[in-house]
C-alpha cells in the first residue's frame, strides 16, 4: 500500500484535458514539495514536475501542477497519444523520514 | 547531458548478496543526491535509499535497513548498491537517480534484480 493515493486509471480523448490527483498527509505533501513523474512503456521514469508546478526544461506546457493542502494535481491537455503512461506523484514523508510515491495511475487514450 | 548507467543485477538466490553499480556523467557527485528506487514487475516506484550531496550522511526504507548500504566513489562517480541477505520481495528493476533530497531530476535505464531459487 503506497503512502501517497493515486487512482488507478484515467483515460481522456485525443486533444481532451486529464486530471491525476494525489492525496497525502500533513507528514508528507502538506509539508513538502510534490514531485511527478511520467513512465512511458518499457522505459525510466522522466521528471515531470516539480517544486509542485515547475517544469524542467524541455517539458511541454500541455503538463502542469497544482498543490492545495494534502493533495496535488497533475493536469494534461490537448491529450495526446504519446502521453499514454504511468504517471506518479512522489514527495518527502518528514515522519517516515522517506521519498514517498503514489502508486501510479495509468493514463489511458481512447 | 546527465547519463546514469546500472549494472550489476541478475539470478541470485535467497540469503545471497549482490552489488549494484551506477556509473554517472554529466554531473557533479559533490552537488547532487543521489537515490536508488526499485520498481517490482508490474508494481509501482518504491524508494530504497539515497546519499547526501556532500556525503556526510545516507538513508534508508524500513525494508532494506540494515541489509543494504548505498556508498559512492566520487573519484570514478560511480553509486553503489550492497545488498546482502536477499529476498524474494527484493526482486525488481533498481534504478539509480540523481537530484536533490527528493527531487529525482535524472533516472538511469535500471537493471533487473531477481531473487530466486
Known amino acids: 500500500q503506497s503512502v501517497l493515493t493515486q487512482p488507478p486509471s484515467v483515460s481522456a480523448a485525443p486533444g481532451q484535458k486529464v486530471t491525476i490527483s494525489c492525496s497525502g498527509s500533513?507528514?508528507?505533501?502538506?509539508?513538502?514539495?510534490v514531485s511527478w513523474y511520467q513512465q512511458l512503456p518499457g522505459t525510466a521514469p522522466k521528471l515531470l514536475i516539480y517544486e509542485n508546478n515547475k517544469r524542467p526544461s524541455g517539458i511541454p506546457d500541455r503538463f502542469s501542477g497544482s498543490k492545495s493542502g494534502t493533495s496535488a494535481t497533475l493536469g494534461i491537455t490537448g491529450v495526446q497519444t504519446g502521453d499514454e503512461a504511468d504517471y506518479f506523484c512522489?514527495?518527502?514523508?518528514?515522519?517516515?523520514?522517506?521519498?514517498?510515491f503514489g502508486g501510479g495511475t495509468k493514463l489511458t487514450v481512447l | 547531458e546527465v547519463q546514469l548507467v546500472e549494472s550489476g543485477g541478475g539470478l541470485v538466490q535467497p540469503g545471497g548478496s549482490l552489488r549494484l553499480s551506477c556509473a554517472a556523467s554529466g554531473l557533479t557527485f559533490s552537488d547532487s543526491w543521489m537515490h536508488w528506487v526499485r520498481q517490482g514487475p508490474g508494481k509501482g516506484l518504491v524508494w530504497v535509499s539515497r546519499f547526501r550531496a556532500d556525503g556526510s550522511a545516507s538513508t534508508y526504507a524500513d525494508s532494506v535497513r540494515g541489509r543494504f548500504t548505498i556508498s559512492r566513489d566520487t573519484a570514478r562517480n560511480t553509486l553503489y548498491l550492497q545488498m546482502n541477505s536477499l529476498r524474494a520481495e527484493d526482486t525488481a528493476i533498481y534504478y539509480c537517480a540523481g537530484g536533490g533530497s527528493y527531487r529525482l531530476n535524472n533516472w538511469g535505464q535500471g537493471t533487473l534484480v531477481t531473487v530466486s531459487s
Open positions: 512522489g514527495t518527502w514523508d518528514t515522519s517516515l523520514s522517506a521519498v514517498v
Open positions: 500533513s507528514s508528507n505533501i502538506g509539508s513538502n514539495y
